[in-house]
C-alpha cells in the first residue's frame, strides 16, 4: 500500500552540487509530475509526465531536468543547485484525466 | 491561462466554530475542481471535489458548491475541530487534462 514515494525527506546542497529526487509510485498511473511549494505560492508546477518516455515543462522549469523510462518512476534532477531552489519539493501521480492525484510526502531542500 | 485564487491566511478559529475558505477560479470550458488538504508534516491529500456546474462535493463535514456563474468553489465546515488544522488548496484541471493549477493555500489553526 505505499502510494507515491519520495527520498530523500530531507536534503541540505552547497550551491552548484547536483542531486537527483526519487519518485515512484505502485498505482500503474500515467501521469506524474513534479511539484515545488514556497510560502504564499502554492504549489507550482515544475515538469510532468503522461506516460512512459514522454515528459514536459511545466510552469518553472528552469535549473531542472526530469526523465520518465518506466511506468513508475519519475526523478527529478538539479543539475548546479542554487538558493533559489530552497523549497519543499511533491511528486504526484494519478490516472490521466481530472481525476484524484497522489502525493508524496515531500522533499524538504536547502541550498546553503 | 488558469488561475485559483484562495482567501488570504492565517485562519485561526476556537473549535466548533463555522469555517468558511473563499476560493475562486479563473479558466477556459469547464474545469473540475478540488479541495486538497495538507496536515503537518505530510503530502496533499484530496479532500473533495466538483466536475460540474452545480455539483456539491463533500468529505469529513467538508463541503463546496461548483457555482460557474460566480467562478467559485468555496470551502465550509459547520463545527470545525482541533484536527481540521492544516493547509487547504484549492485547485483546478481543466478539460480531460491532469494539470492541476492550484491556489496560494490557507492554513487554518483551530484551538480547542
Known amino acids: 500500500n505505499a502510494g507515491v514515494t519520495q527520498t530523500p525527506k530531507f536534503q541540505v546542497l552547497k550551491t552548484g552540487q547536483s542531486m537527483t529526487l526519487q519518485c515512484a509510485q505502485d498505482?500503474?498511473?500515467?501521469?506524474m509530475s513534479w511539484y515545488r511549494q514556497d510560502p504564499g505560492m502554492g504549489l507550482r508546477l515544475i515538469h510532468y509526465?503522461?506516460?512512459?518516455?514522454?515528459?514536459d515543462q511545466g510552469e518553472v522549469p528552469n535549473g531542472y531536468n526530469v526523465s520518465r523510462s518506466t511506468t513508475e518512476d519519475f526523478p527529478l534532477r538539479l543539475l548546479s543547485a542554487a538558493p533559489s531552489q530552497t523549497s519543499v519539493y511533491f511528486c504526484a501521480s494519478s490516472n490521466t484525466g481530472n481525476t484524484e492525484a497522489f502525493f508524496g510526502q515531500g522533499t524538504r531542500l536547502t541550498v546553503v | 491561462g488558469d488561475s485559483v485564487t484562495q482567501m488570504e491566511g492565517p485562519v485561526t478559529l476556537s473549535e466548533e466554530a463555522f469555517l468558511t475558505i473563499n476560493c475562486t477560479y479563473t479558466?477556459?470550458?469547464?474545469?473540475?475542481l478540488f479541495w486538497y488538504v495538507q496536515y503537518p508534516g505530510e503530502g496533499l491529500q484530496l479532500l473533495l471535489k466538483a466536475t460540474k456546474a452545480d455539483d456539491k462535493g463533500s468529505n469529513k463535514g467538508f463541503e463546496a458548491t461548483y457555482r460557474k456563474e460566480t467562478t467559485s468553489f468555496h470551502l465550509e465546515k459547520g463545527s470545525v475541530q482541533v484536527s481540521d488544522s492544516a493547509v487547504y488548496f484549492c485547485?483546478?484541471?481543466?478539460?480531460?487534462?491532469?494539470?492541476?493549477?492550484f491556489g496560494e493555500g490557507t492554513q487554518l489553526t483551530v484551538n480547542p
Open positions: 479558466a477556459t470550458g469547464y474545469p473540475s
Open positions: 485547485a483546478l484541471v481543466r478539460g480531460s487534462g491532469s494539470r492541476l493549477t
Open positions: 509526465s503522461v506516460g512512459a518516455g514522454i515528459t
Open positions: 498505482m500503474n498511473h500515467e501521469y
